[in-house]
């Protein structure tokens, strides 16, 4: 008898032999309070909160400030040498000290004798400060961007004039306003003596400068005319300002008609090509038999009969289910048949059979017969294509050199300072000054107000959004690499999430939990660990190589010998082609009849005998979907949807598809594992209140299961979108590239173009950051960049979480 | 029916005596119920009320591994004799009153036996559920009532582990064999769970869910339905105007009566009521028992409770079931006033144990 027995307690009860009940004195030692382990733990988890905040934080402020007019400084250094110094204009990017050689030591100690360095030029430790000033002009400059110590500044100034011009080509460029100019080219009555020179002042207020560049007709002669407006900086600006509007309109025409009108008459162009090429691989293959006979017939007559015998039956099956519809039960509503389902299954069965006569009519396997006058056709018409759009090339071509030419007139000189030197229209022109159209936004941020810098601020941001990149992408927007990236993710998920539940579903819903499915879930486990840039290999090698090539150029299986098989003549390699499809096809039916046989009786356990044949059963299966696999690999005479662009790859290069198709198998682990856990986490006694309702397995997956775990998938699909818009390493091999010349959606039919290549935020980060020639010049655009990526995962993150609590406060809900 | 308890009871002479109490069915014991003077006040009183929860091979191995005198453990004429020999394991017959003789079967159980794995649950169950009756399941926690209801729709094919020898007949017609329609018996039987699960839907799909299953689309059926299920179910005043509120945020005692009404929507023909008024106030009870009078002449119910009171006021059939076999089975008059077995009069009167 123990002394934990209750009756113990009682006191009314005798005690046994036990002895006294006695209160154990307790205490509690210092390694069971709680104390420790909550500054430890809390300790952990605000070393990660500054870690993260951290980030953001660095982010934020890097992203933000980027485009944030700073002032421009005009700086003299001190001469050297009886030299006067160096003037120029510049921004101050960054500031640090450095440790000077001897020299320079024995310079600034000598300046710091004389009283002659500046309060600033020094840090407390007595080290030189340096500035890093963004200078600009490329055109004049090795560098861009240039260090100057402190003590070597004579003087700074901040000129309100004084502007930085951000331009379509060639960076920035710092200078004064000095004049506005058009250059016309005319004709004036001869003789080339006649013409004056140069007037003070023309009409306008302009100074003009003429030159003789040609003979005219009739004795008149081409003169070259140089208007100048001169004046004071603001005047000049005000000037420049009037212009620009109507100079960057130009500018977008030009860009559109070269764009989209020429990038018509190419698409255009490419097409008639694909005809050509099209008729020619049909005539040549019309030579040498083409998929005619077995294979044509054969496939064209599988497919009916499968096609219609489907239709047929569901619809059938459909049509008496519904007539007749529900038992009566004794006081229950009178069954009442369905008519109107009876009527769709009816129209179903007769679309499904139409199909069917229709595919057969048309046979789509059979060689078309095409002889060398249809093809002459082709081409003729083709020819007759190609001379209009031609034309139209043309036309577009004077269009543009008519834009061009009036947008080649307005210039406008912005100086440096000292040098004199200004912005020229191009480098191998110094003396000509650069078109007004050039000039993507001028700005004077020394003299400007809050509001002023705020308007450029949003207007960069503007730009930087829904823009497309310029200068090695060192400016200009990110909108292609943002819309590629959004794209990315979208199809990803849609790759991702059917497939991941889906595979999920059968694992835990269908197939019966042992050795096999622990050795698939530990496989997909181990999945979610490999190195990512091995999924891009896989992706390279599997995708764009193997299955890529397989959509542009089919099998490569030719025709052989001529065989004949039951009285049908055909090649060798379609007869053994037929052979196997045959057994695959006994094969399955194996698989499904042993499948079948191996289903143990409600209520029984499985034999051992059906045991052994559910082993054969799945073996059968697996050695069918490899079969299939192998059989559509080989297909006879199956020569690639896009064999008239051969050698030029279409989906045997870097893409879309085979990005997101790559990134899916990467992030499929993660859709699995949530999906499963959900699914498991579903009750059992809700599947059995279904199950009791006499719902079937998938009704109650369908209406029960799947709307419950729906807010643990929607968790999976997070995850999975997170990471895959955030990789980079696979898209490098299978899709990403610096610099894609069009949208993976656009006006052009299909539209939807998967097989291009695409910018993504990810690479777009690496390669700005890493790889361009003029990594100063990139560090902006790299901090907004990332900012840009941590939004956009923050803002798809944020959608689905939202439609997950929406669902998790729909299914979830609890009473007590 | 193999008898594992052969090797393990331990004397010969134990064996005769249980073998003299079990061939009569209708064994009265010689001496009235009463405390029994040799019986020891620690040792059988244990063994009495933990067994039950244990599995139902556990009294064997649990008489096996402390064998007490003969003596002790089978008084020959204890009030608890009977039930010794149900912990035992021994085959015998269940007192079954003649008047279920003249009671036309809508379900016939057929030497019904399940195991859960290795575990058996139910032992040889013979009974015939009358006809468009209410039928009352009673016995102590875990002697397999819900295992028995979830056998008739055959719920326990979803356990993997679950195997069953013998069979049922539903009117006539085998629910175990090997090409039934599981579906539609299921169909045919509505079931109300011992815990409620309302499905994660709103309360009006929760209500027609089975025609909902069935394709039914038509909007005043359904809503028709609805209604109707709900009244009956003693709901209607409090969720008419929240239909279309998820059936997760009602009340537990809501959500019981909520599935209760999914159970006759689809007015099946057999309907099974695992407890269905445990968590319900005595006012919804009364409405819902009120309820199953009402369809008691229309279809057949069979109700597991374990309330007394309750299975006297509604049920015309009472079963007592104990440790995975059926007991006694009669009306439930006779059943509650003058039973066959005094260890059913005990149980009845909560003089149990
Ligand atoms: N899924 C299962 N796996 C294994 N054993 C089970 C399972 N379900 C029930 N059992 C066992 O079967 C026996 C009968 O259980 P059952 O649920 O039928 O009891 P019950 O009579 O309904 O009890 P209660 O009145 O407490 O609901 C119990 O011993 C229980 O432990
Ligand atoms: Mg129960």
Redesign the interface.
């Known amino acids: 008898m123990t002394t934990g027995m209750p009756g113990n307690l009682d006191p009314a009860v005798p005690q046994a032999a036990g002895g006294k009940w006695n209160a154990r004195s307790r205490s509690t030692p210092l390694a069971a309070r709680g104390e420790p382990m909550v500054w430890l733990t809390g300790g952990a988890l605000a070393v990660c909160a500054i870690m993260v905040v951290g980030l953001l934080a660095i982010v934020l402020f890097g992203g933000l400030r980027t485009f944030w007019p700073r002032p421009i400084e005009l700086v003299k250094l001190v001469g050297v040498g009886g030299k006067p110094g160096e003037v120029f204009l510049g921004t101050v990017v960054r500031t640090d000290s450095y440790t000077p050689d001897p020299t320079e030591r024995a310079r600034i100690k000598a300046l710091a004798q004389a009283g002659a360095l500046a309060p600033d030029a020094v840090d407390s430790d007595g080290l030189p400060i340096r500035r890093l000033y963004r200078v600009g002009n490329k055109e004049f400059r090795e560098q861009p961007f240039k260090w100057v110590p402190v003590y070597q500044i004579a003087s700074t100034s901040l000129e309100p004039s004084a502007t930085l011009l951000e331009r379509r080509a060639w960076g920035v460029w710092h200078g004064f306003p000095t004049a506005t100019v058009q250059i016309v080219e005319k004709e004036v009555p001869g003789p080339a003596s006649a013409v004056v020179k140069a007037e003070v002042a023309g009409g306008d207020g302009a100074r003009v400068e003429r030159e003789v560049v040609g003979e005219g007709a009739g004795g008149r002669v081409l003169v070259r005319e140089k208007r100048t407006w001169e004046g004071t900086p603001e005047v000049v600006m005000q000037a420049f300002l009037a212009q620009h509007p109507s100079a960057v309109g130009r500018a977008a025409e030009i860009a559109r008609l070269k764009e989209v009108e020429i990038g018509q008459i190419n698409l255009g162009l490419e097409a008639e090509r694909l005809r050509v090429r099209d008729a020619e691989i049909a005539l040549a293959r019309s030579e040498f038999g083409g998929a005619d006979g077995l294979l044509g017939e054969g496939l064209a007559g599988v497919v009916v009969v499968v096609a219609s015998a489907t239709t047929a039956l569901v619809c059938i099956g459909a049509l008496v289910a ?1 007539l007749r519809a ?1 038992k009566p ?5 009178l069954p009442e048949p ?1 008519r109107r ?1 009876a009527l769709i299954n009816a129209l179903l069965l007769t679309v499904g059979l139409g199909l069917g006569l229709l595919a057969y009519a048309e046979n789509p396997w059979a060689a078309r017969k095409v002889t060398a006058q249809d093809v002459q056709a082709v081409r003729a018409s083709a020819e007759q294509e190609i001379a209009r759009l031609n034309g139209r090339y043309r036309e577009v071509q004077r269009e543009i050199a008519q834009v061009d030419t009036l947008d080649d007139q307005w210039r406008v000189v912005f100086t440096e300072p000292s040098t004199g030197r200004f912005a020229p229209v191009r480098q191998t022109e110094p003396d000509q000054p650069m078109r007004i159209s050039a000039v993507v936004r001028a700005v004077q941020p020394n003299g400007m107000s809050f509001l002023g810098k705020l308007g450029v601020y949003l207007s960069r941001w503007g730009e930087f959004l829904f823009d497309v990149p310029r200068e090695a992408n060192t400016e200009g927007g990110i909108y292609p690499v943002i819309f590629g990236t959004v794209a990315l993710t979208i199809l990803l998920s849609i790759v991702v999430v059917p497939l991941g539940v889906i595979a999920a579903l059968y694992l835990r819903e269908y197939a019966k ?1 042992g050795a096999l499915t622990s050795l698939i879930r530990i496989a997909i486990n181990n999945l979610a660990g490999v190195p990512s840039i091995v999924f891009g290999v896989f992706g390279l090698g599997f995708f764009v190589y193997t299955v890529g090539a397989f959509v542009d150029t089919g099998s490569g299986v030719l025709p052989g010998e001529r065989v004949s098989l039951l009285g049908v003549v055909d090649t060798r390699q379609v007869v053994a082609w037929w052979v196997g499809v045959l057994l695959m096809g006994g094969l399955v039916v194996g698989a499904v009849l042993m499948g079948n046989l191996a289903t143990p ?5 499985a034999t051992r005998l059906q045991e052994n044949v559910g082993k054969i059963a799945f073996g059968a299966w697996c050695l069918a979907s490899l079969g299939s696999l192998a059989l559509l690999a080989y297909t006879p005479y199956f020569r690639g949807f896009f064999e008239a662009r051969a050698p030029s790859p279409t989906f045997a290069s870097k893409g879309m598809l085979w990005s997101a198709a790559t990134l899916a198998l990467l992030t499929l682990p993660v859709v699995i594992v949530a999906t499963e856990e959900a699914i498991a986490a579903v ?14 397995k998938w ?1 109650t997956m369908q ?2 299961v799947l ?2 775990a729906m807010p643990g998938i929607m968790t999976g699909m997070i995850l999975a979108m997170a990471r895959g818009a955030g990789e980079v390493a696979p898209l490098m091999l299978v899709g990403a590239v610096k610099l894609a010349e069009s949208l993976p959606v656009d006006g052009n039919v299909p539209f939807v173009h998967l097989d291009r290549p695409f910018m993504h935020l990810g690479f777009h980060i690496y390669d700005v950051g890493f790889q361009s020639p003029d990594s100063e010049a990139a560090r902006p655009v790299v901090w907004c960049t990332t900012l840009v990526l941590i939004v956009v995962v923050v803002a798809l993150n944020i959608t689905a979480i939202r439609i997950r609590s929406n669902l998790r ?8 | 029916m193999s008898l594992e308890s052969t090797e393990q009871v331990d004397t010969f002479q134990a064996r005769r005596e249980i073998d003299r109490l079990i061939v009569h069915p209708n064994f009265v014991p010689p001496t009235p119920a009463t405390e029994h003077p040799t019986m020891p006040t620690d040792q059988p009183k244990q063994t009495a009320s933990a067994e039950p929860a244990a599995a139902p091979a556990g009294g064997l191995t649990a008489g096996a591994a402390q064998p007490p005198a003969a003596g002790l453990l089978y008084p020959r004429t204890g009030p608890t004799d009977f039930l010794e020999c149900v912990r035992l394991g021994h085959p015998y017959p269940p007192a079954v009153h003649a008047a279920l003789g003249r009671e036309k079967p809508l379900l016939e159980v057929q030497d019904f036996s399940l195991f859960y794995g290795q575990s058996r649950a139910l032992y040889s169950i013979n009974m015939s559920i009358p006809n468009k009756k209410v039928t009352a399941m009673i016995g102590p926690s875990g002697c397999g009532k819900s295992t028995l209801l979830r056998s008739i ?6 356990i ?1 582990s ?3 020898t013998g069979d049922m007949l539903l009117s006539g017609r085998s629910v ?1 064999a ?1 090409n ?1 329609d ?3 018996i ?2 045919r ?3 109300v ?1 011992q ?1 409620s ?5 709103s309360i009006f799909e929760n209500v027609v ?2 025609l ?6 038509r909007k005043g ?1 359904l809503e028709q339905t609805c209604e109707k299920a709900l009244r009956a179910a003693a709901l209607w005043n409090e969720v008419k105007d929240r239909l279309k509120e ?1 059936a ?5 005692g ?2 019981q009566r909520i ?1 209760i009404a ?2 006759i929507a ?4 057999v309907l099974l009521m695992d407890e269905p008024c445990s968590a319900l106030d005595p006012i919804a009870t009364l409405k819902v028992e009120e309820f199953i009078r009402e369809i008691a002449g ?2 057949t119910v069979v109700i597991v409770t374990h309330n007394m009171q309750q299975a006297a006021r509604v049920s015309d059939y009472t079963a007592f079931m104990y440790l995975g076999r059926l007991v006694e089975f009669g009306p439930t008059a006779d059943i509650f006033q003058k039973p066959k077995l005094p260890e059913t009069e005990q149980y009845v009167t909560g003089r149990f144990g």
């Open positions: 519904r529900r039960v004794e006081q229950g509503f369905d389902g939990q009786v409600p209520g029984k356990h009750p059992r006694t809700m599947r059995e209140g279904s199950y009791g309702c006499g719902a079937s009704q209406r029960i709307p419950r406060r729909k299914f979830l809900g609890e009473a007590f | 729709n055959r719920l326990n094919d979803l993997d679950v195997s069953v175990y090997p039934v599981v579906i539609d299921r169909k039987i509505g079931m769970f815990k699960n309302p499905f994660p839907m869910y089975s909902r299953i069935d394709g039914e689309r059926v998820s997760l945020g009602l009340s537990g809501q959500q599935c999914r159970a689809a007015e099946p023909e229309r279809i």
